[in-house]
């Protein structure tokens, strides 16, 4: 199963980029990656996703390198609102289907 | 927009007790999910369904079984609570096709105490 790591926290500031990374090391050829976001007393809302190279939305960018064994989501110009928890999630239906979410990474957006 | 939503925001049982967590959507999704969440965990695969009556465990079912007899509506039951299943309970759905790759919706979730 490919288990996923991400940094527990991380703090910024307004206007600033923002990155994080999450670690998939065991991730299987037909697994996708997805993140989400989630803020308190709410459940988790889609992002991004991505399979390989580069991904870019409205909201942010995944960045995959060719291994696939990590993922960057790249959050441009953070504001107080984007303080969130941000789950990388590793999976696909192969196998009798796993789902791994990451732990989270709360980060935390001052002004 | 999708909305799914769960029976109840809050909830307290005593051990024992048998429990029902309801969740419904309204976008014709053929996937279903539950997780539970605690602190340092993150989210946890217990079940989830890709159609009528079709379940598939997922990471953590021990202690947990489903139901889903109508499309819409995907329940997650607690034969016998303890108090190791204190937690915060998120359903979610998705489209057709390949049921973790679609994007999934979360309902807000239910916190569940058990005394």
């Known amino acids: 199963l490919a288990k996923t790591t991400q940094p527990i926290s991380m703090d910024s500031y307004e206007g600033q980029e923002v990155n994080i990374t999450c670690s998939h090391n065991n991730i299987a050829t037909n697994d996708y990656i997805t993140w989400y976001q989630q803020f308190p007393s709410q459940g988790p809302r889609f992002i991004i996703q991505g399979y390989k190279t580069k991904v870019t939305n409205e909201v942010a960018s995944l960045f995959i390198p060719a291994d696939r064994k990590s993922s960057t989501l790249s959050l441009p110009r953070v504001s107080l609102s984007d303080t969130a928890v941000y789950y990388c999630l590793v999976g696909s239906d192969n196998q009798g289907g796993k789902l791994i979410f990451g732990q989270g990474t709360e980060l935390s957006v001052k002004p | 927009d999708v909305k799914v939503t769960q029976s109840s925001r809050y909830l307290v049982k005593r051990t024992g007790e048998k429990v029902f967590l309801e969740c419904v959507q309204d976008?014709?999704?053929?996937?279903m999910f539950w997780y539970r969440q605690d602190p340092g965990l993150g989210l946890r695969l217990i079940y989830f369904?890709?159609?009528?009556?079709?379940?598939e465990k997922g990471d953590i079912p021990e202690g947990y079984s489903v139901s889903r007899e109508k499309k819409e509506r995907f329940s997650l039951i607690l034969e016998s609570a303890s108090t190791n299943q204190t937690s915060m309970y998120l359903c979610a759905s998705s489209g057709g096709g390949a049921a973790f790759q679609e994007t999934q919706y979360f309902g807000p979730g239910t916190r569940l105490l058990v005394l």
């Open positions: 369904s890709y159609d009528v009556k079709m379940k």
């Open positions: 976008m014709d999704h053929e996937n």
